[in-house]
Nanobody
Framework: QVQVVESGGGLVQAGGSLRLSCAAS????????MGWFRQPPRKEREFVAR????????VYADSVKGRFTISRDNAKNTVYLQMNSLKPEDTAVYYC?????????????????WGQGTQVTVSS
């Protein structure tokens, strides 16, 4: 079992950058696939990015591709989401999640452990 806690959210102007961090408890962090999801106001939660156990493979939603970068440091039990060129439509609560399945679809059902979320607000 693993617990995850997000940090790094805040208010930023359009075009700016933020880096989210997700710290995980437990000694088996490297055995988990990690993902970032977000829930914009009045919308469903959606996939943002995911990274495999070693950090060698990443997948992004089309809406963030080229602007966001997911990475992980297994020695620090932490996964990151570097967000550049932020847009007002990136405003959302961002969630970190840990799972055990790496496959060809982006499904929230593949993640067993979720954080409480961190708010990101991008002003125009």
């Amino acid at each position: 079992q693993v617990q995850v806690v997000e940090s790094g959210g805040g208010l930023v102007q359009a075009g700016g950058s933020l880096r989210l961090s997700c710290a995980a408890s437990g000694r088996t962090f490297s055995s988990y696939v990690m993902g970032w999801f977000r829930q914009p106001p009045r919308k469903e939660r959606e996939f943002v990015a995911r990274i495999n156990r070693s950090g060698g493979s990443t997948v992004y939603a089309d809406s963030v591709k080229g602007r966001f970068t997911i990475s992980r440091d297994n020695a620090k039990n932490t996964v990151y989401l570097q967000m550049n060129s932020l847009k007002p439509e990136d405003t959302a609560v961002y969630y970190c999640a840990a799972g055990e399945i790496w496959r060809g679809v982006n499904s929230q059902k593949d993640y067993n452990y979720w954080g409480q979320g961190t708010q990101v607000t991008v002003s125009s």
